[in-house]
């Protein structure tokens, strides 16, 4: 059982390159969501997926776009990556009112 | 004001102690309630939910809620230091949707 499976877990973008952060859960959850970590910040939600074929911005939803491409399936995209965005991400997944899993995040260094 | 405020600590305590955690939030509407802990270079890992006023106990946990203070507490009781780890406090607000919102999280650490 994976749970909630995040690709890739490190890397480095130049400023101005484009990339997807992938997420995927096999827990038949209905609701997904992108949040970013960042010291003293806390955890600050980028996107949310209530359910398949809906996505809502969340807190810091600039310069981020979103795809829920099946149940499973909620992908991150930066289109033109920025210094500012230099982050951990984290997906996570839940079902009505329970709490989420998270996956094991992504560690994203813009330069 | 942040919407769920947590202590950022460090919060030492003894091998053995009672670790106490405390975090406010700002939504009087809230209903849901959980505890994540974080240790370093990790992901968040649910560790209590509570939903109504009182106490809930899972092993050497206890969670605490008092709605009409807008105050939520976690208990650890003989803390170890595998204990030592960053803990969230999040928050499903009054809203239809499920989405939380977090503290800043408290860094715990337990001495041996």
């Known amino acids: 059982n994976a749970g909630v499976t995040q690709t890739p877990k490190f890397q480095v973008l130049k400023t101005g390159q484009s990339m997807t952060l992938q997420c995927a859960q096999d827990?038949?959850?209905?609701?997904m969501y992108w949040y970013r970590q960042d010291p003293g910040m806390g955890l600050r939600l980028i996107y949310y997926?209530?359910?398949?074929?809906?996505?809502d911005k969340g807190e810091v939803p600039n310069g981020y776009n979103v795809s829920r491409l099946n149940k499973r399936e909620f992908s991150l995209r930066l289109e033109s990556a920025a210094p500012s965005q230099t982050s951990v991400y984290f997906c996570?997944?839940?079902?009505?009112?329970?709490?989420?899993?998270f996956g094991s995040g992504t560690r994203l260094t813009v330069v | 004001q942040k919407e769920v405020e947590q202590n950022s600590g460090p919060l030492s305590v003894p091998e053995g102690a009672i670790a106490s955690l405390n975090c406010t939030y700002s939504?009087?509407?809230?209903?849901?309630f959980f505890w994540y802990r974080q240790y370093s270079g990790k992901s968040p890992e649910l560790i209590m939910s509570?939903?109504?006023?009182g106490d809930k106990e899972d092993g050497r946990f206890t969670a605490q809620l008092n709605k009409a203070s807008q105050y939520v507490s976690l208990l650890i009781r003989d803390s170890q230091p595998s204990d030592s780890a960053t803990y969230l406090c999040?928050?499903?607000?009054?809203?239809?949707?499920?989405?939380?919102?977090f503290g800043t999280g408290t860094l715990l650490a337990v001495q041996p």
């Open positions: 827990m038949n959850h209905n609701s």
């Open positions: 939504d009087r509407g809230s209903q849901s």
């Open positions: 999040a928050v499903k607000g009054s809203g239809a949707t499920n989405k939380l919102i």
């Open positions: 509570i939903y109504s006023n």
């Open positions: 996570a997944s839940s079902r009505d009112s329970a709490g989420y899993t």
């Open positions: 997926s209530a359910s398949e074929g809906t996505t």
